[in-house]
């Protein structure tokens, strides 16, 4: 069993609609949870970073872990053309190295 | 800052070559890693470094070998290049090892012919 499942994709939506994204992982030491952008032929970028359960929002950006479930959720709201990326969920135990998902193509259509 | 820095973006090698990728930061960070990235198989762990001097293996470290004489600079070395290598090479740093915020370069892309 993969330390972090993530589902593909890919996913294409029109834009202004909300878009969900998920992970799910097995290892309960788990406590910081991350998600990452990736532009087509760029490196990751750091999107939003969470401590151990509840939400965090950040503009049109919303984090959520729920750690009883071992599932954690990025939601965007009014999705632009320009979120179109690869989105990548990471994890890790404090001190420890990070597990990342295979990541979820978006596509926002105008 | 420049943030993390990689060369070259892109490189195309025959089977048996080897060479350099070059990764530098300018952010004082201590870790300092690499990473590959294929199709399906998400970011995986090659090396990593907590300090000058410091290296020690990922998750995937055959073929692959690397050094840090300085802060600022981890770079990987393949030693003799196979098919298999073929990969987007990301190098990333973060302040500590107890620091969780990961800060990634913008890629090598390696062909291995």
């Known amino acids: 069993q993969k330390e972090v499942e993530q589902d593909p994709g890919p996913l294409s939506v029109p834009e202004g609609a909300i878009v969900s994204l998920n992970c799910t992982y097995s290892?309960?030491?788990?406590?910081?949870f991350m998600w990452y952008r990736q532009y087509s032929r760029k490196g990751p970028e750091l999107l939003m970073y969470t401590y151990s359960s509840g939400n965090k929002e950040d503009g049109r950006f919303t984090a959520q872990v729920d750690k009883s479930s071992k599932y954690i959720s990025l939601f965007i709201r009014d999705s632009q053309p320009s979120d179109s990326a690869t989105y990548l969920c990471?994890?890790?135990?404090?001190?420890?190295?990070?597990?990342f998902g295979t990541g979820t193509s978006l596509t926002v259509i105008p | 800052n420049a943030g993390v820095t990689q060369t070259p973006k892109f490189q195309v090698l025959k089977t048996g070559q080897s060479m350099t990728l070059q990764c530098a930061q300018d952010?004082?960070?201590?870790?300092m890693s690499w990473y590959r990235q294929d199709p399906g198989m998400g970011l995986r762990l090659i090396h990593y470094s907590v300090g000058a001097g410091i290296t020690d293996q990922g998750e995937v470290p055959n073929g692959y070998n690397v050094s840090r004489s300085t802060t600022e600079d981890f770079p990987l070395r393949l030693l003799s290049a196979a098919p298999s290598q073929t990969s987007v090479y990301f190098c990333?740093?973060?302040?500590?090892?107890?620091?969780?915020?990961?800060?990634f370069g913008s890629g090598t892309q390696l062909s291995v012919l």
């Open positions: 290892n309960s030491a788990f406590q910081y």
């Open positions: 990471a994890m890790s135990a404090r001190g420890n190295q990070f597990y």
């Open positions: 952010m004082n960070h201590e870790y």
């Open positions: 990333a740093s973060r302040k500590g090892l107890n620091n969780e915020k990961l800060f």
